[in-house]
């Protein structure tokens, strides 16, 4: 008798045990299901509004195309064709200088604001979010409009200039100044990223400060050693966002250049350039191409800002 209970209390814990065990996988089972009805939306959303045209798009990349007739398989014809499109050369020119400015321009602003305002005194909430205001705005149809009209022959700028004795014609008339018009555009919504240098500057360590300052250390040589190191992943994070926002810039080339490019193609950026294709020449299949061409761009860009992180962003466990 002695053995037996022993051995009966163990199968029955064991009966016990697998019984709760099925229960368990039951009720998983039964979660998994819910949670699959609740994200069926999404799921289909994801298939029939994203990737499922991002794959016909990369069909369309390989064919010709124009809206009114069906695709015809063409393979690679539509990247040979852009290997020898002189407007498609000089789409990417602009597109890559107006990268190389503006992003470093937005950089640098909203970082001499960011440490402006991170400081005590009456009011800085004010202005704070008087240097913000603009980004609700963002870069907009009106407010391209308005970059129009006071860079114009008449605008704002010439009237100004024409006060102080100065006679110009229209600045984004002009191919060595249209360009700028649109860099200068790009620096009106620093905002966004003043505010991600702002939150940053108010986590570093004052101890660090306060440490360099017995070793006698000045402001600048701060700003390099400390404030730096201790931001860059943050200076990591609005150089990937910047850089990609910048590349698919269309807006104010659009509302600025009238859609055309602007004087001598100017202004005429990739995406302005691939919507000319698209939905001006009704060449689809073209404008997919040169959108895959972008999205590999990126991709590879990307790839490389993240190989770089290693050896210039600092996390504070490292």
């Not at 229960?23 to 509004?49: C, N, S, Y």
């Not at 010709?64 to 498609?88: C, S, V």
């Not at 991600?196 to 570093?204: E, P, S, T």
Request: proline share 4%.
């Amino acid at each position: 008798m002695s053995v037996r209970a022993p051995l009966a209390a163990s199968v029955t814990h064991r009966a016990e045990t697998d019984e709760k065990r099925i229960k368990q996988k039951k009720r998983k089972a039964r979660d998994g299901r819910t949670a699959l009805l609740f994200l069926t939306p999404w799921l289909l959303g994801m298939l029939g509004l994203t990737l499922g045209p991002m794959l016909y798009s990369l069909y369309l990349s390989f064919t010709q195309y124009n809206l009114l007739n069906a695709p015809q398989w063409i393979g690679l014809g539509n990247f040979t064709q852009m290997m020898n499109d002189p407007r498609f050369f000089n789409s990417v020119r602009v597109t890559v200088l107006y990268v190389a400015i503006s992003v470093p321009l937005v950089l640098v602003v909203s970082m001499l604001v960011a440490l402006l305002l991170n400081t005590s005194m009456r009011f800085m909430s004010g202005y704070r979010a008087m240097f913000y205001l603009p980004s609700l705005l963002g870069v907009s149809v009106a407010i391209a409009t308005l970059w129009r009209q006071i860079f114009g022959p008449t605008g704002l700028v010439n009237n100004a200039l024409s006060d102080l004795g100065i006679q110009h014609s229209s600045w984004i008339g002009d191919p060595s100044t249209a360009l700028l018009v649109i860099i200068s555009l790009s620096g009106w919504a620093f905002g966004s990223t003043m505010i991600i240098f702002l939150a940053g500057l108010r986590q570093v360590p004052q101890e660090l400060y306060e440490a360099a300052s017995v070793d006698g250390a000045a402001r600048f040589r701060k700003f390099l050693s400390i404030t730096l190191p201790s931001m860059s992943p943050l200076i990591f994070f609005c150089v990937l966002m910047d850089t990609v926002h910048a590349f698919q810039a269309f807006t104010p080339a659009f509302v600025i250049s009238g859609g055309n490019g602007g004087p001598s193609d100017s202004t005429l950026f990739y995406t302005l350039y691939l919507y000319q294709q698209g939905f001006t020449q009704l060449n689809m299949g073209y404008a997919a191409a040169m959108a895959w061409l972008l999205v590999v761009v990126l991709a590879v860009f990307t790839g490389l800002l993240f190989l770089s992180a290693r050896f210039w962003v600092h996390y504070g466990d490292n």
